[in-house]
């Protein structure tokens, strides 16, 4: 159930872009983005595989397993009912710590200002990357004559950014997930599967409005600032997938979405959107670590 919120929440964030560009419809980007997330959690879903085994706790009893799970799924599901996208893997650590506070648990106090560090870090990375990018496009974009093939290469690109993105949530954020069940390789490959299939349907079925709301309100894009989010917003999140730290796609696109368009001054942002985009990033911790905290007290 958990999966299937993530796919419905977090796949506006992967192709929203380019959906708020007009380059893609629904249902071919939802299909772009199941690939990709299949593809991110299965080759590279191990690398935040122990996150809640070693790295920000020793480990989860049963209880506080069920706690976690019940958290992060209630306040997933909220959000997505009000169609706000929101960082899955904030709340989660924050579940986490609410265990820990709950439990007497040890936490990895090393480990866990290394994550709060990179979901500051992560936006900021998110924008210079793309920002870059989208200088470099539009220094190629204007060597090209026609019009009509210059924005069917920006087409082509952003999907391949867009599938960019969604493996790299697939990688992170689904990720984590699968690392909640400590497991030999099998079981965790049968996890990855089972998970990434669940994100799949929770895209097709119930990601509608969580995906307008960032496309028709949130960006309005060309086509190269489009690309540019897209690729940069994925590149930071797989940087920091490679280091192990659990990080906001939620932020880290609209970074790079800020980033795309500072380069020629593009007024993307609708203020009501990003406040409550905003308010998910303070709330979405907060609420995990207090729900946890209570579920702990009343198992």
Sequence with gaps: MLSIVLGANNFSTCLGASLGAGIVRLRNAATIASVGIF??????????SNVFDGQMLTGLSVQGLVAVL???LLVM???TILHVPLSLSQVMIGAGWGFALA??????????VEVIASWLLSPAVAFTISALIEIMVLRLGAKIKDIITLNRAYATLTLV????????????TLGLVVGLFPSGLEVRLSLSLIFSIAAIVGIFSLSKGTTR???DNLVGLN???ALSAQFGGALSVHIFTQLGLPVSISQVVIGGMTGAASVKQIAIINKK????????WTIGPIAGAILTFLFMRLF
């Design 77 to 79: 599901a909220i959000v």
């Design 103 to 112: 439990a007497g648990a040890q936490i990895g106090y090393d480990y866990s």
């Design 223 to 225: 086509p190269s600032a």
């Design 273 to 280: 959107i990003m406040r409550d985009i905003m308010a998910g």
């Design 161 to 172: 950014a867009g599938f960019y993105a969604a493996y790299t949530l697939g990688a992170n």
């Design 39 to 48: 593809l991110g959690v299965l080759l590279e879903g191990n690398k935040l």
């Design 213 to 215: 709301s960032v496309a």
């Design 70 to 72: 019940l958290s992060t």
